[in-house]
């Protein structure tokens, strides 16, 4: 069975840093793609970075460019986001998930397949 745990949130101070982890259990290959995905209430789930585990490709949106930074440890199954110069309305559940081939980069939340269950991101002005 393939699975994924998001973990890693918390409260932090508009600035501050944090790091999320997404171990995933089951999966029989590298050969994916992770997407990390954040949802406030009220809004739609928003797709912030990508990365293709087989070679570290990444992606990322605009609104994340140069503050978040994905990276992968293959030998731990893990995919890591920082997170950093936090702001406020970076506040919501945030979410990782996994796609199979195609592997091309996309931060379309319908073409990923797996998803692990969300952990919290608050952060205080």
């Known amino acids: 069975e393939v699975q994924l745990q998001a973990y890693g949130g918390g409260l932090v101070q508009a600035g501050g840093s944090l790091r999320l982890s997404c171990t995933g259990f089951g999966f029989t290959s590298d050969d994916l793609g992770i997407g990390w995905f954040r949802q406030a209430p009220g809004k739609a789930r928003e797709g912030l970075s990508w990365i293709r585990r087989s070679d570290g490709s990444t992606y990322y949106a605009d609104s994340v460019k140069g503050r978040f930074t994905v990276s992968s440890d293959n030998a731990k199954n893990t995919v890591y986001l920082q997170m950093n110069s936090l702001k406020p309305e970076d506040t919501a559940a945030y979410y990782c998930?996994?796609?199979?081939?195609?592997?091309?980069?996309?931060?379309?939340?319908?073409?990923?397949?797996?998803w692990g269950q969300g952990t919290q991101v608050t952060v205080s002005s």
């Open positions: 998930a996994a796609k199979t081939r195609p592997l091309e980069a996309t931060l379309n939340p319908f073409r990923f397949t797996y």
